[in-house]
Every structure is written in structure tokens, then in C-alpha cells.
């Protein structure tokens, strides 16, 4: 989604908790035993779909709209679909090479890196005929082995190689298993193992929570689109906010790609910044028919901030909500606030 980038938090000191690196080089594990580490069968969706809309629904009329107009894509296009993997490392490669650049230019990036290994693909990318998730993709051990030059050479900062690296490297040495990733119950363990990768925080491993692993009910409470969505549809009428979709058109389309092929497209080497997507068992129920609810006196906010921060007014920390303002507004909404924070970018997706 557009525009959901982190507020930019103050790096922050390893605790004992977290996971620590070896004090020497792992071996490296076969070919065979690191594609298994990277890739299983897509998990089938643990939650029902359809329960989950008419809960977002109960608890909000407002989402009735945004059911009924907007796809939950992530969730349901892999209904019916065989054969369809999760490539971990994929995923998180991908998330590494969009972080500070629009979307345009991580797609072209994305291309370009791939290229790399994969050469026989045409120079300029046609993505109507070849789209994004169709592209091959080396494996850890080919990214560990490649030049910090040749990895460059595709358009990644330097810091974005060496993320790409410790990536590879711990995919390799089996540091990293997708198996493990998806059996863990609690996804604060998932966070927490995550963020142990170079370059790779909270907002990120929340993002891998969502739309990898999908998990339901995940709330990026640092995630400025999920935050200004929140703040439309709470400032809304019964009708709820309006609902716009505007993709890119193709002259801008063109010109991006061209200038990532170019070298020339706008790269940051800024890591995931977000100190910001677990099952909860607690689960608050709605009302049975649908209503607009109050506002929750939780939150501390009130109609006229909810109006001024929709017009563009931030708050301390220069974001729409803070986080104990979001897990207030969206209390209602568990245990489907993945669900709920989807539809959030739809909102604000322009």
C-alpha cells in the first residue's frame, strides 16, 4: 500500500532477550536442506474469511461498504489456487529492496536485482505479460555469493546490501526456517526473531505477519496509513469515509522503470524504522446489529481532534494516532484487526 512507511524512531539497543549472533561462521547447508528452510505449500488460512468480514461488520457498520467494495485479496486469492508456495526468503528480500522507495520503483528494482542471476529476461520489464510474483528468484546461496559490486549494480544502497546479505547468510547457515516461522503460535516470538535480521523491524515483520504468514488479527499501530485510514473512518458518518482507488498512470509508470535501469531512481538506504502486525483470545464481541459506535472514552480523543487530524494535523510523534489511541479504536475489532487494517490502506490508497 501507498504511503504506509513508519515514522522514523531512534534505533534501539539489543536487549538480552533478543536473539544473539554466533561467535563463528555456521556451515553451510545443502542446496536441498536451505529450499526447504525457504519454501513450503502456502499455509491454508488459519481463520475463517467470511466470519471475519460479518465481525468487522457487527462491530461497525461502517465496514459494510468496505466489505462489499474493497477485495481482501491477501486472504483470498489463495481459495481454490494449487500449488501455491511461501518463499520466505523471497518475501523478505522483496520487502528489503521497497523499503523508502514508492512502489514503482521496488517493483523495477526488484526486476533488476532478479536479472542479475536470471539474464535471458528482457532488459525493459513488461509487467502486464510477466508480472511481479511470476519472476524467478535466486536462491540464499546464489545472493551470498554475489559482489557487493554486483549487487549494486541493481540499484541497492549499501546498507541495503548488507541486509540482503545477512538475509542470505542466515537462510544458508539455517539461522532462518520458514517451518519454524510458521509453527510459532505467539507472533511476538515471530517479531522477535525477525527483527534479529539486519534491516528488518517491527513494521516489517508485522508486514511478513499480514501478508505472508496472514495472520488475522495484527494492528501496525506505527503504520501512518493504517493510522490516517483509522482516522477517516472514525470521523465518518453512518456512510462511512469514501472509498478511492487511483493507480499510476503509465507515463509514470515508464519513467520510473526507466530510471531505475538508468541508475538514476532515488534509492535510501534507511533501514525498517519502526519500533510499530497475535491471536487474541480475549475477544471483545460485538453488537449483533450493526451500529456506528461512540467513540471509545479510552482513547481520549474527541470528534473535533478526530476532524483536525483527518484535515492533516498530527500529534506528538508526527503521526495521525498514537498507539494507545489506535488499540482503543480498534478494540472492537479484534480478533480481525489484519483484516480491518487492510481495509485502513484501501482507504487512503491513492
Not at 134 to 153: C, D, G, I, K, N
Not at 227 to 232: D, E, F, I, R, Y
Not at 294 to 305: D, I
Not at 324 to 347: D, I
Request: charged fraction near 25%; aromatic fraction near 6%.
Amino acid at each position: 500500500p501507498a504511503s504506509t512507511s513508519p515514522a522514523k524512531k531512534a534505533r534501539k539497543t539489543k536487549t538480552k532477550s533478543e536473539p544473539s549472533e554466533p561467535d563463528v561462521e555456521l556451515p553451510l547447508l545443502s542446496e536441498e536442506e536451505i529450499a526447504r528452510c525457504t519454501t513450503i505449500a502456502m499455509p491454508s488460512l488459519p481463520f475463517d474469511l467470511a466470519h471475519g468480514k460479518e465481525h468487522l461488520v457487527a462491530a461497525d457498520v461502517r465496514f459494510k461498504r468496505l466489505v462489499e467494495r474493497i477485495p481482501l485479496k491477501v486472504f483470498e486469492e489463495i481459495s481454490g489456487e494449487g500449488g501455491k508456495e511461501l518463499n520466505l526468503f523471497r518475501t523478505l528480500v522483496t520487502s528489503i529492496l521497497g523499503q523508502q522507495v514508492s512502489w514503482l520503483a521496488a517493483r523495477a528494482i526488484l526486476y533488476k536485482f532478479t536479472r542479475l542471476w536470471f539474464p535471458e529476461l528482457p532488459e525493459k520489464p513488461d509487467f502486464k505479460t510477466l508480472p511481479r510474483d511470476a519472476l524467478p528468484f535466486p536462491t540464499p546461496l546464489q545472493v551470498r555469493s554475489a559482489s557487493e559490486s554486483t549487487l549494486r549494480s541493481a540499484g541497492l544502497s549499501g546498507q541495503k546490501v548488507r541486509y540482503v546479505s545477512d538475509i542470505a547468510c542466515r537462510f544458508s547457515d539455517g539461522r532462518l526456517d520458514v517451518r519454524s516461522l510458521v509453527a510459532m503460535r505467539d507472533e511476538e516470538d515471530v517479531v522477535r526473531t525477525l527483527v534479529a535480521i539486519k534491516g528488518v523491524g517491527v513494521w516489517t515483520a508485522q508486514m511478513l505477519l499480514i501478508f505472508a504468514l496472514r495472520r488475522p488479527d495484527v494492528l501496525p499501530v506505527g503504520d501512518l496509513g493504517v493510522q490516517k485510514g483509522m482516522v477517516l473512518l472514525w470521523a465518518s458518518g453512518r456512510e462511512g469515509p469514501a472509498i478511492k482507488s487511483a493507480k499510476a498512470l503509465p507515463e509514470e509508470e515508464e519513467k520510473v522503470v526507466q530510471a531505475v535501469q538508468e541508475g538514476e531512481a532515488p534509492i535510501d538506504g534507511g533501514e525498517d524504522l519502526a519500533a510499530l502486525p497475535t491471536l487474541d483470545e480475549h475477544s471483545q464481541e460485538p453488537s449483533k446489529t450493526p451500529t456506528v459506535p461512540a467513540l471509545p472514552a479510552s482513547s481520549g480523543l474527541t470528534s473535533a481532534q478526530l476532524n483536525a487530524r483527518k484535515n492533516g494535523t498530527k500529534t506528538k510523534g508526527n503521526v495521525y494516532l498514537s498507539a494507545a489511541e489506535m488499540e482503543s479504536l480498534a478494540e472492537t475489532w479484534r480478533p480481525y484487526r489484519s483484516l480491518a487494517s487492510v481495509y485502513m490502506w484501501a482507504l487512503v490508497d491513492a
